[in-house]
């Protein structure tokens, strides 16, 4: 039925898609069309916010002492405490190793702690209600096992220390290593990396042209990739940067109000309020692309529909900001959707229709 109708194909029954390069005799009437505009718009805009390098800290395995530890005290991987993007603070476990021999003494001495210490309790309640009988050796005695088991018991819980791995820092998780992931850490390798809770982000304004949208003390919202929670982020200077072959760029400074501990993934500075005064504008679904640029389409001299090449601003909304190759009031259309039914127009255009 639409053999004739080269490179067209009919998707719905209110829609016909058409190839860049057409040129109908179809009534413009018959197409969807808007009229490009002149006017003030209000913006907001994402910036993504690159932080400033913060101190990292590696934990590996040293091979040597895990060998020591698994024939001393038969040491095996247990499981792995954190997760990327957690944070942790100094003296938190990270990497967990356990030895069967070293919890079960650490079990049984602390039984014994709290079989003397209600042994203590008994003797003290007993001499309290008998005055008769002097209980103070027995309760010294109790007294001097409880201490003894308690720094064994140090001792103990020492070793299990030992053979895991624990944060010396305050950070973030920033990296884990395959093979902890799956129970078989590797030795000399870093299995898990945390950085420092980083405060100071930036914006690079490599052309200059941002600055002017910041100012210093100023408070802006923060979106992250990762995370529901809105943030926020002080302005803290702008500064211009010296760098090979560019002229005029710039480095906006920032500060983060709330402290960002966990995984956030990308943080997004949201700037609101950024206005386009006196500006060609243009509904962006009149717009197309292809291999050449952007591009619209109009009506020619001939009264048919022809491809018009346009330079296009930022996009605001559902708008896009016209720089070169309309004027205010050029009408643009949508060939692939028409307001009339498709059944019609391709009657009228298509001569080997049939019904």
Known sequence: MLASLCGCRHVMDTELYLPKDFRSDISLSMLNSSKVSRGDLEN???????????????YKLDPNKLEQDQIKYQAVFDRVRVEPGAYVKKGDLLIEFSSEDLNNRAKELKASVKEYEEEADYLKKMASADNSTDYSKQIRLAEKEIE???????????DIRSISIFAEEDGIVDFMDESVKKGIPAANIPLIRTRQVCEDYYISDESGKLKDLFKPGETYKVRASKREEELHVKCSNIEEVSK????GAYRINFKTIEPVEGDYGILYLVREGIRSDNVLFVNKEFVNKDESGD?????????????????????VDDKYIILDGLKEKDTVYMPGNYT???????KGYDPEYVE
């Open 244 to 247: 090979e072959n560019t002229e």
């Open 44 to 58: 907001s805009m994402q910036f993504p916010l690159v932080p400033e390098q913060t101190n990292m800290h590696a």
């Open 148 to 158: 003894y088991n308690k720094e064994l018991l140090k001792e103990v819980e020492a």
């Open 340 to 346: 009339e039914n498709t059944e019609e127009v391709i």
């Open 295 to 315: 591009f619209v389409y109009v009506a020619g001299d001939d009264g048919l529909l022809e491809k018009k090449d346009v330079k296009l601003g930022e996009q």
